[in-house]
């Protein structure tokens, strides 16, 4: 099990070294702010959205490398993903974090339970003050799809 904390360990510290998609979006895009008062983590994120498809995603921000991480990573999973698939992701991102309760959110039949990299997270669930951070990007992610939805 250590190795695979530690491979789990590399992948977070990869995406908060290199974060993807850090920047910002021009032309139409939906935008949406969250922080996080506890540790005065910050994260933004730019979506292009185009007949329900998110199209292309940017992100910026400053924190711990858990939030920074993980902003990152759920960047490369929504991408190409319509508004639905990324909710369905988020709703499994946060079942796996214990954040809400329901069946196993990694059970490959469970619509969005496929995580990839975000699943390096998981480990953060021992850690409950953490959570709120790996679970920033994904609030501000449901803020701008709401209001795409509007």
């Known amino acids: 099990m250590a190795s695979l904390d530690e491979l789990y360990r590399q992948v977070i510290l990869d995406h908060y070294r290199n974060p993807r998609r850090r920047g910002s979006l021009s032309g139409p895009h939906v935008h949406a702010e969250g922080l996080n008062p506890s540790c005065g983590d910050e994260f933004s994120i730019d979506l292009q959205i185009e007949d329900g498809v998110i199209l292309d995603v940017a992100i910026q921000g ?89």
């Open 62 to 150: 400053q924190g711990c490398s858990i939030s920074q991480a993980s902003g990152s990573m759920m960047t490369e999973a929504i991408v190409g993903t319509t508004i639905d698939d990324a909710r369905a992701l988020s709703s499994t991102f946060k079942l796996m974090m214990g954040i809400t309760e329901g069946e196993d959110p990694l059970d490959p039949e469970r619509p969005g339970a496929v995580l990839g990299d975000l699943e390096a997270l998981q480990g953060v669930r021992k850690f409950p003050v953490r959570i709120k951070c790996a679970d920033l990007p994904w609030t501000t992610l449901a803020d701008a799809l709401d209001q795409a939805d509007a």
